[in-house]
Nanobody
Framework: QVLLVESGGGLVQAGGSLRLSCEVT????????MRWYRQAPGKEREWVAS???????FYADSVKGRFTIARDNAENTVHLQMNSLKPEDTAIYYC???????????WGQGTQVTVST
């Protein structure tokens, strides 16, 4: 069973930083592309960042230059370093992967990030 467990969310003032982590079990992590999404209240879930198995990163325009996605294959973990946070970054952040073995789409339970003014 593929499990994704996020951690690291919290309350931070605008301009501050947070580092999210997502630990993955039940799959061959180093082969998986990993993604972060977020969902703000009353809005649809949106893609934030991705990292390939080759550690190539991609970002939504809204976070480019402020967020950094990275992976630690030894720890089966993907991180999202979020700097210069803005109130509009407030959302539940979800970790996601599509299994290269089964094709299954797997999500974590989410972690709340709240940025105050």
């Amino acid at each position: 069973q593929v499990l994704l467990v996020e951690s690291g969310g919290g309350l931070v003032q605008a301009g501050g930083s947070l580092r999210l982590s997502c630990e993955v079990t039940g799959t061959v992590f180093f082969r998986q592309a990993m993604r972060w999404y977020r969902q703000a209240p009353g809005k649809e879930r949106e893609w934030v960042a991705s990292i390939t198995s080759d550690k190539v990163a991609f970002y939504a325009d809204s976070v480019k230059g402020r967020f950094t996605i990275a992976r630690d294959n030894a720890e089966n973990t993907v991180h999202l370093q979020m700097n210069s946070l803005k109130p509009e970054d407030t959302a539940i952040y979800y970790c996601n992967t599509v299994s290269t073995i089964t094709g299954g789409d797997h999500w974590g339970q989410g972690t709340q990030v709240t940025v105050s003014t």
